[in-house]
């Protein structure tokens, strides 16, 4: 079992930053990919971000140019640096990973979200 823990949510005013870490932990052999998805009350959880472990990524339109994805592969960990956030911005943000837990064996985990919340 692949388990992700997100931290680093809070209440921010408009035009403040952010970041978000994902930790992962248990049998792991590889991760290929991890993402930020964000979900807001009534909507569709969105893609906000993601990175290969080439360091490949990719922004949400409504994102580029604020946010900022990375990795560090040695320690399991992913961060999203969110800067001039707005209020349109809060939403549950989730991380997800997807890989090999062993040679044989493929894996999509997800964190259980943490709340991010831009308002004056």
């Known amino acids: 079992q692949v388990q992700l823990v997100e931290s680093g949510g809070g209440l921010v005013q408009p035009g403040g930053s952010l970041r978000l870490s994902c930790a992962a932990s248990g049998s792991i052999f590889t991760i290929y990919t991890m993402n930020w998805y964000r979900q807001a009350p009534g909507e569709q959880r969105e893609l906000v971000a993601g990175i290969t472990s080439g360091g490949t990524t990719n922004y949400a339109d409504s994102v580029k140019g604020r946010f900022t994805i990375s990795r560090d592969n040695a320690k399991n960990t992913m961060y999203l640096q969110m800067n001039s956030l707005k209020p349109e911005d809060t939403a549950v943000y989730y991380c997800?990973?997807?890989?090999?837990?062993?040679?044989?064996?493929?894996?999509?985990?997800w964190g259980q979200g943490t709340q991010v919340t831009v308002s004056s």
């Open positions: 997800q990973a997807r890989g090999l837990a062993t040679q044989r064996d493929l894996f999509t985990s």
